[in-house]
Every structure is written in structure tokens, then in C-alpha cells.
């Protein structure tokens, strides 16, 4: 069974454009949920999808905007680009969320670089 | 809002020594993940505790969750370079997030 698939792998953008980043869950996950890595941390938690509704927001701006599909795969938009919004993007799905015995499994990351 | 507190940040150790990983959480855990991350790449699930006093093992690695559930640590037994990368716990918050330590980075020297 396929993983957690992240599209593109790499990215280089200029300052104040806009950016897609793509994500398909494992079969059968209706859960997406995105984080941002900077280098040295731990991810931080931006999104999270549950049957195409938002169901957690984390603390970034509104430049930050995402959506879930019918088919569970889901977008994260991020407009005006700084500098500082460099990074590993990371995915994950899980079959439900919250408290539940449902490990996040993660895809690869889409690393973006703005100049 | 949840806070969980990874140490140490870094680690060395020589091939064939043992070491633990420790991840303190500000309110009760429901939930304990530990992922490991090699550079760059995406998060590899490790264990997952739900029970306080709830331990886990896979391979040479054992993980624990203390009474209280606000503790867990991870063991390695006997590291190998392949155990090298770096480690994360993370935990469910009552808010539908997902909160991660800040992970601990682990190098074995052969």
C-alpha cells in the first residue's frame, strides 16, 4: 500500500508569491493534518482535516490556508511569502483524530525555499 | 497549551552503549507518540502509549509512560549506527492539535 505522498519534493519561490503544496493520505485515512520544521525543531502543527472540515488550527497567520477533497487529499496554500516561511512542510494522515489509538504516518516533506 | 520537553537536545554515544531519551509533558498526556526523523525526511511512528505505567518494546528499543502520565522515556539497548537520526515525542492536545518536543539528536559513533 502506498504511504502518505507529498508533492513537490522541492520548491524555490521569491518573496511575497503564493504557494501550493500537495499531500494524498494512506487509503482508507480521512484525517490530514500539516506541520511546518524549521532546522533544529520539531515540527509545528498548522492544520488539521478531518472529512473535509477544519477540525484544529494551529498558530499561524491567515496567509496560511488549507482544504481536504472529497477523496481525503488536501492542499496548504501559503501567500506572500517571507523569508522566515523556509522549511520542511510535513503531512501526515491517520483514520481519525484525536484521542484515539491513530498514529500520524508522515510523507517525505516538501522543502521550500524562499529567497 | 500543550508543552512537551525533550532532553537531552543531543547526544553521542559509542557503538554498543545504551542510552535514554526523556520527554516531560505540562498536563496529562492521553496519548504518548514517539516518531524518529532522519535528516530532512519525514516522521517514522515508533510506539504510541496510551496507559500509565504502559511500557513498549520493538527491537531494541523500549519505550515508557510514568503513573502520572505526564513522563515517558525512550531506551535504546546496545545502539548501532543505524539507531543515529533524531528523535521525537509527540502528544494530542483536548483542542485537535498536534504538539511535537522540540526532539533530541542522536549520533552513534561506530
Known amino acids: 500500500d502506498a504511504g502518505v505522498t507529498q508533492s513537490p519534493t522541492h520548491l524555490i519561490k521569491t518573496r511575497g508569491q503564493q504557494v501550493t503544496l500537495r499531500c494524498s493520505p494512506i487509503?482508507?485515512?480521512?484525517?490530514v493534518s500539516w506541520y511546518q520544521q524549521v532546522l533544529g525543531q520539531g515540527p509545528q502543527f498548522i492544520f488539521q482535516?478531518?472529512?473535509?472540515?477544519?477540525?484544529g488550527r494551529g498558530n499561524f497567520p491567515d496567509r496560511f490556508s488549507a482544504r481536504q477533497f472529497p477523496n481525503y487529499s488536501s492542499e496548504l496554500n501559503v501567500n506572500a511569502l517571507l523569508l522566515g516561511d523556509s522549511a520542511l512542510y510535513l503531512c501526515?494522515?491517520?483514520?481519525?483524530?484525536?484521542?484515539?489509538?491513530?498514529?500520524?504516518?508522515f510523507g517525505n516533506g516538501t522543502r521550500l525555499t524562499v529567497t | 497549551s500543550q508543552e512537551l520537553e525533550q532532553s537531552p537536545q543531543s547526544l553521542i554515544v559509542q557503538e554498543g552503549k545504551n542510552l535514554t531519551i526523556n520527554c516531560t509533558s505540562s498536563?496529562?498526556?492521553?496519548?504518548l507518540y514517539w516518531y524518529k526523523q532522519k535528516y530532512g525526511e519525514g516522521l517514522i511512528f515508533l510506539m504510541m502509549?496510551?496507559?500509565?505505567?504502559e511500557e513498549k518494546s520493538h527491537e531494541k528499543i523500549t519505550a515508557k509512560l510514568d503513573e502520572k502520565k505526564q513522563q515517558s522515556s525512550l531506551h535504546i539497548t546496545a545502539s548501532q549506527p543505524s539507531h543515529a537520526g533524531i528523535y521525537l515525542c509527540?502528544?494530542?492536545?483536548?483542542?485537535?492539535?498536534?504538539?511535537f518536543g522540540s526532539g533530541t539528536k542522536l549520533n552513534v559513533k561506530p
Open positions: 501526515a494522515s491517520r483514520a481519525a483524530p484525536g484521542r484515539v489509538n491513530s498514529p500520524l504516518h
Open positions: 487509503s482508507g485515512h480521512k484525517s
Open positions: 482535516y478531518y472529512e473535509k472540515e477544519e477540525r
Open positions: 498536563k496529562t498526556l492521553y496519548g
Open positions: 502509549l496510551q496507559k500509565g505505567g
Open positions: 509527540g502528544a494530542d492536545d483536548n483542542f485537535n492539535k498536534f504538539y
